[in-house]
């Protein structure tokens, strides 16, 4: 169903610079209703307004997999979630960070929508692979930082 990814892929480039105030980039979009699979090759968001830096996220792919013979109008079961080739960049601004400030700007650009509190339930698997995390800000690293992350 390349013609399907090809719209997902417009749609989120479209749309996630109206509501993260960042810019975002797709690679491709695969999508197979057949088989229940969905995937996102190339994400990468870029940081806010006021944060420096290339990027606060990208991702090498995001896969779902469903189960098809359980997809109705109400249900959907997720029998994974898999995340490769993350690489993550928090930025700390003052008291604010990059990804506070999307949060931030996809709430105002909403309309004031926000989702509420669900309780965690035994649910699919959420693998990441191949994954980089990193901070930067202005102050020095507090001590349990520099222990849990070098």
């Known amino acids: 169903m390349m013609f399907s990814g090809n719209l997902v892929k417009d749609a989120i480039e479209h749309l996630g610079p109206e509501y993260l105030g960042a810019s975002v980039g797709v690679d491709t979009v695969d999508l197979s209703l057949t088989e229940g699979a969905a995937s996102i090759r190339g994400l990468s968001v870029g940081n806010p307004e006021g944060f420096e830096g290339s990027h606060a996220m990208r ?13 109705s ?4 079961i997720i029998e994974q979630i898999l995340v490769d080739g993350a690489d993550v960049a928090a930025i700390a601004r003052g008291r604010q ?3 506070e400030k999307l949060l931030e700007n996809i709430t105002e650009n909403s ?6 509190e669900t309780e965690a339930a035994s649910g699919p698997k959420l ?5 980089r995390t990193g901070l930067t800000s202005p102050m020095p690293k507090p001590p349990w930082l520099r222990i849990c992350w070098g």
């Open 127 to 131: 693998k990441f692979n191949s994954s």
């Open 111 to 116: 309309g004031g929508a926000t989702t509420s």
């Open 59 to 71: 991702l090498g792919e995001a896969k779902v997999v469903l189960d098809p013979s359980e997809i």
């Open 97 to 99: 960070t990059n990804f």
């Open 73 to 76: 109008d109400t249900l959907v």
